[in-house]
């Protein structure tokens, strides 16, 4: 004798069903059928992917954007419009380049002393 499948045996208990039951309660028996088939279909296949996909292990959870990255946004922006806003101010008044250069070091030097503060 043949060994049964689980699904083997829920097509005999709905055919057995139906016979004892009658036509009138055919849909609902094909319905059941199949919600059971499709269940089975998806424990197979959750199966059989686990088997092939390594286990790993968790992930540390995805690293949130904080204040610094919001601060350093701010910092490039306003460091930009006081460097560019200086640089035109100076071209349009032709006044000598030191207080413009000035201007330029300590912006680059709040950036990177921002920069450097960040990393710890």
């Known amino acids: 004798m043949e060994k049964s499948s689980p699904a083997g045996d829920e097509l005999r ?20 059928f199949l919600d059971k088939m499709d269940q089975e279909i998806d424990r197979r296949v959750e199966e059989r992917v686990a088997a092939r996909v390594p286990q790993q292990e968790p992930k540390a959870p995805a690293v949130r954007p904080g204040v610094d990255a919001g601060q350093r946004l701010a910092l490039a922006i306003v460091s930009i419009v006081l460097g560019v806003g200086s640089t035109v101010a ?4 032709d006044r000598r380049a030191g207080p413009m250069i000035l201007i330029w070091v300590g912006i680059i030097v709040v950036n ?9």
């Open 90 to 93: 100076f071209a349009i008044t």
């Open 112 to 120: 990177i002393a921002f920069a450097r503060g960040s990393r710890r």
């Open 13 to 32: 208990a709905s055919v057995e069903a139906r016979r004892e039951l009658g036509p009138e309660y055919e849909d609902s028996l094909i319905e059941g």
